[in-house]
């Protein structure tokens, strides 16, 4: 590594140490909902909060595993505190006691809205917990928290796991019952599988693995690894297929570079650690990433969000930077650590909103702030930004110390 490498590795790491600090500020200050408890449900773009809007399962998951891993990183009592309020939200309003597992949705009260079980939400609710017991030192505390992670594996094992064609199903209504409308959002397709459910499952089951090596747990990670590598990444394009049938023909599908991205370093961080086809899903991973280099914006520095839609995500470029940076680790190829600085490079001149803190939702095709998105609200989280920079910050880290 030249000095300017290591220079221009050493203020990347430094400038995401600043951001994640600027990051956790905002959601620590901004987002407690000091009248009706928990947290808001929405803010928009110009810091206006919605005090009527639903809060919604995965906002208050993903500030969950946001504070603890933050928490374990720096041991920050702000941290740990707004960890411990959102596993409360969680515990206290979000679950079903009468069914087991989590409600979609609650009322700005925090009384149940949408009583759906959407997996997706519960992958996420596994994963935030799985993070939140690592940074935990009472004991039964530990065993509280473990014990619940457990049960939402156990959940959806029980309600969406497709004995007869493997895979995941998205949705069950409140009782486990099965659903007509099964659409994660109204954008969505409504197929019976779909790769952003299976990909967070994959996250959570490898997130739980870490703290629980369960046999069986292994079994149901390692079956995830083989649908992402067999069903689920198209051999030709290596883009990822989004929807599936029940038999998991593929449907019409967009290609989402985003979720490209993302996968191609989650699934080989999967692998990794269960130690099952990690070989084939490192191959995997620089062939997504090249893939999704399709949607990369040559003069601009950043991945557009999908093939027919000329916007650019403040998601999509979080996992960009981790994504490409996974990639020029894997190959030592100096252009994927250029992606990954050209894309943070973007945020900072962008996304990122230098005058209120946090990232805007995105930049238009004319290349101005998406108006009408949210800042703070159901999909529009701490989640990918604040771990974009974890990720990076540690993986630096390694690097920088190799070097000295």
């Known amino acids: 590594m030249t000095t300017i490498d290591k220079t221009a590795l050493q203020s990347y790491h430094d400038e995401l140490q600043a951001e994640l600090e600027e990051i956790l500020k905002f959601w620590s200050t901004q987002t407690i909902d000091h009248r009706q408890g928990g947290f808001i449900g929405r803010m928009n773009n110009k810091g206006i909060v919605d005090d009527n809007a639903p809060k919604g399962l995965v906002l208050n998951a993903r500030i969950l595993w946001t504070f603890s891993a933050a928490y374990a990183k720096t041991p920050d009592p702000t941290y740990l505190a ?3 309020r959102a596993f409360g939200v969680l515990s206290d309003h979000f679950y079903d006691e009468q069914f087991a597992g989590y409600y979609w949705s609650v009322r700005a009260d925090g009384t149940a809205l949408n009583t759906r079980k959407q997996v997706y939400g519960q992958a996420f609710v596994l994963y935030a917990l799985a993070e939140y017991h690592r940074i935990l030192h009472d004991k039964n505390e530990r065993i509280i928290v473990w014990a619940k992670a457990v049960m939402v594996f156990g959940w959806i094992e029980q309600y969406s796991f497709d004995r007869k064609n493997s895979g995941y199903w998205e949705a069950v209504a409140q009782d486990g019952s099965p659903l007509d409308d099964l659409r994660l959002s109204e954008r969505d397709r409504n197929d019976p599988k779909t790769m952003n459910t299976h990909l967070h499952i994959l996250e959570a089951y ?17 079956n995830l690894i083989d649908l992402f590598l067999d069903k689920i990444i198209d051999p030709k394009t290596h883009h990822l297929i989004c929807f599936f049938d029940a038999e998991w023909n593929p449907s019409a599908s967009p290609v989402s570079y985003g979720h490209d991205i993302e996968t191609a370093w989650l699934l080989l961080e999967a692998a990794e650690i269960v130690q099952y086809r990690v070989e084939e899903a490192r191959i995997a991973a620089l062939q997504i990433a090249q893939a999704a280099t399709e949607g990369f914006d040559p003069k601009l520095g950043a991945l557009y969000y999908e093939d027919h839609l000329p916007e650019k995500h403040w998601w999509v470029e979080a996992e960009a930077m981790v994504g490409f940076l996974n990639a020029w680790e894997i190959t030592q190829e100096e252009h994927w650590l ?12 962008k996304i990122k909103d230098k005058k209120h803190g946090e990232w805007f939702w995105g930049i238009d095709a004319q290349g101005k702030v998406m108006e009408g998105e949210d800042k703070v609200g159901f999909w529009k989280c701490p989640y990918h930004n604040t771990r974009a920079c974890l990720e990076i910050i540690q993986r630096l880290d390694k690097h920088l110390m190799a070097t000295n």
Not at 206 to 222: E, G, M
Not at 338 to 349: D, M
Request: proline share 3%; charged share 20%; aromatic share 12%.
């Open 82 to 84: 707004v960890a411990q």
């Open 338 to 349: 250029g992606k990954s600085l050209a894309c943070w490079a973007y945020i900072k001149q």
């Open 206 to 222: 490898a997130n739980l693995y870490r703290i629980w090596p369960d046999k069986n747990l292994k079994t149901q990670l390692n």
